[in-house]
């Protein structure tokens, strides 16, 4: 059984950062992909950001620039570092593990960016 657990949200004001992470546990293989998704109140979940184990990235255009993705093979582990976060980044946070055919997710974050 896989899990996500994610950590590293809270309530930043606009222009701050923070740094999510993510760690899978489990019986993982390589290759794989990890990501953030993120869902606001009332609306779908959207993509942020996708890392292949070989570390090739996807970002969703409202991020790029100012949100960085990262992880860590040996760890089973994702990071997402965000900056100039805006009060349209608010949501839930969401970490993904795409393995062998399988998508898991994580319990998801809160992140609150007040103006």
């Known amino acids: 059984q896989v899990q996500l657990v994610e950590s590293g949200g809270g309530l930043v004001q606009a222009g701050g950062s923070l740094t999510l992470s993510c760690a899978a546990s489990?019986?993982?293989?390589?290759?794989?992909?990890m990501g953030w998704y993120r869902q606001a109140p009332g609306k779908q979940r959207e993509l942020v950001a996708t890392?292949?184990?070989?570390?090739?990235?996807v970002y969703a255009d409202s991020v790029t620039g100012r949100f960085t993705i990262s992880r860590d093979n040996a760890k089973n582990s994702v990071y997402l570092q965000m900056n100039s976060l805006k009060p349209e980044d608010t949501a839930v946070y969401y970490c993904?593990?795409?393995?062998?055919?399988?998508?898991?997710w994580g319990q998801g974050t809160q992140v609150t960016v007040s103006s």
């Open positions: 993904k593990l795409y393995n062998l055919g399988s998508n898991y």
């Open positions: 890392i292949s184990s070989g570390r090739s990235t």
């Open positions: 489990g019986i993982i293989f390589m290759p794989n992909t």
